[in-house]
């Protein structure tokens, strides 16, 4: 009974872990505040990292982030 108890505590914490390692995907779109349109080649930045993208000619951008964000 112990051990199996140990076991299934195991899995739980293990399935935790790897879900929590995981990286997000985040998209979005870089706009003017002043007409609305897209803005092309503006960079983005996850704050805090090196991790960076550019916006493409439609002012979209994806960019990865570190699992702790």
Known sequence: MKKTLFMLIVMILTGIGLTAAQSRKVTGEVIS???KEPIVGATVTVKGTKIQTVTDVDGLFT???????
């Open 33 to 35: 505040a002043e007409d």
């Open 63 to 69: 960019i990865s982030t570190p699992p702790q964000f």
